[in-house]
């Protein structure tokens, strides 16, 4: 039996629901792309984009998935032969470094943990230890999306300057922009990537690339730049070097509309949406791991992201029979755990265009699932879930509540 037919929903962190409005304004013939409206609809998307990034500087738009920023980012600003050191919080740095590495960088590694986030005292020492200044660069990830942790990048860029070290900050934000707050300039962070499907509500195939002034001073020794990649390229008098070639102009509209639906929204807004819905996410898993089968992937609870939740199953239970269910009976489908996490956990993204009754369809289908398949827990997640949101929520319309109660019976 199965009760997924109906409108699926999609929790895993990327790629996330597009909106309709996203979707339809993408739904037209394709236009000139040497003059008129695209033109316009490219120095919107840029000028928007220096807001969500919150940077005054340079911002590149690349039709590439997230994986592309990452090239977009090592080869603009770095040499042959040059040290990056990597903050190892999950899987995604790590790859990161791994690219540089097949560019030819040499890679240090900040070894950390799987469910914790990077020791801001930890990489000050480190880089107190390199005091031939060898390492040009820092890579780490904001929001990890294998194991769900938030990382304090104002506290590591502080960090930095403690030690003395005038490496390049470098940010992937690809999970986090547009769910948490992140600014480039006020963080003094140098490079920033950005990928289009998270966040950002847009199907995958944009990826972007913020650049601080220390960022473009390196750009001008850098011997890894290349022709597709290459900022001051696409910095060039023409339109079309904006994309070094053909622009991905449908990506473009619904781009266009999605920095239009969340600059709307106002990004606080989205930020205190995002905390409330992972706070009550969050709530749900703390009551089920009240039984054997699961608990948090991410120990400390400031540590986790409001972007997703990795949730871990214990020694003994398989991840694969609760996402099937939720895929198979109920029309929902989680995240699988990546890389080492990988048949270790499941992840429910709550990021992007996503709302109370989507967040309530997904727990209640994970509850479902851990009744049904008798996995040891306590119930209740999803009221505790609606508890909690309502005690939030209450605060902030509690004149209205109390007029309501005036009123006569
Ligand atoms: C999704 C993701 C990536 C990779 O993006 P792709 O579009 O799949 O290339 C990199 N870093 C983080 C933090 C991500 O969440």
Redesign the pocket.
């Known amino acids: 039996m199965t009760l997924r037919h109906g409108r699926e929903l999609l929790v895993m ?2 790629p996330t629901t597009v909106p309709d409005a996203v979707l339809n304004a993408m739904h037209r013939p394709a236009i000139d792309i040497y003059a008129g409206e695209l033109l316009r609809i490219t120095e919107t998307c840029l000028a928007e984009l220096r807001t969500v990034f919150a940077t005054e500087h340079g911002v590149y738009i690349y039709a ?7 090239e977009a980012a090592l080869s603009n600003v770095l040499s042959r032969g040059e040290q990056v050191l990597v903050l190892e919080s ?1 899987r ?2 790590t ?2 470094g791994g690219m540089a590495q097949t560019l030819g960088v040499e890679v240090l590694t900040l070894q950390g943990s799987l469910r914790a986030a990077v020791d801001p005292a930890r990489v000050e020492a480190r880089l107190r230890e390199d005091t031939a200044r060898r390492i040009k660069a820092i890579l780490v ?6 194991t769900g942790v938030i990382n304090d990048i104002p506290s590591i860029r502080a960090a930095i300057d403690a030690s003395g070290h005038d490496a390049l900050l470098m940010v ?5 922009l547009c769910t948490m707050p992140f600014e480039l300039d006020a963080w003094g962070v140098d490079v920033a ?1 950005a ?4 966040g950002l509500m847009m199907p ?1 195939g944009l ?1 972007f690339c913020a650049a601080g002034p220390r960022a473009r001073e390196a750009h001008q020794r850098a011997d890894l730049r290349t022709r597709y990649w290459d900022w001051t390229q696409r910095e060039g008098p023409e339109h079309y070097q904006k994309y070094c070639g053909t622009p991905p102009e449908h990506l473009l509209f619904g781009l266009e509309k999605a920095l239009q639906l969340i600059l709307e929204e106002g990004l606080d807004n989205v930020f205190e949406r995002h905390r409330l819905l992972a706070g009550a996410v969050r709530r749900a898993v703390e009551v089920w791991s009240g039984g054997e089968a699961l608990e948090f992937n991410i120990l400390e609870p400031e540590q986790r992201a409001d ?1 997703l939740t990795t949730v871990r199953m214990c020694d003994g239970f398989e991840p694969k029979t609760l996402q099937a269910f939720c895929r198979d009976t109920c029309g929902v489908t989680l995240g699988a755990g990546i890389g080492e996490l990988r048949d270790r956990v499941f992840r429910i993204a709550h990021m992007g265009h996503i709302n109370a009754p989507m967040i309530f369809g997904a727990l209640g289908s994970v509850e479902l699932a851990l009744s049904a398949l008798e996995l040891p827990h306590t119930g209740g997640g999803v009221e505790a879930a609606v508890r909690w949101l309502a005690a939030e929520l209450g605060e902030q319309v509690s004149p209205s509540r109390s007029s309501t109660s005036e009123a006569p019976a």
Do not use: E, L
Request: net charge negative; charged share 10%.
């Open positions: 962190p990327g590439a998935n997230g994986h592309g920023a990452w999950g995604f740095a790859a990161w990830v904001q929001v990890d999306t294998s992937d934000a690809i999970a986090s990537v990928g289009s499907q998270k995958p990826s972007s």
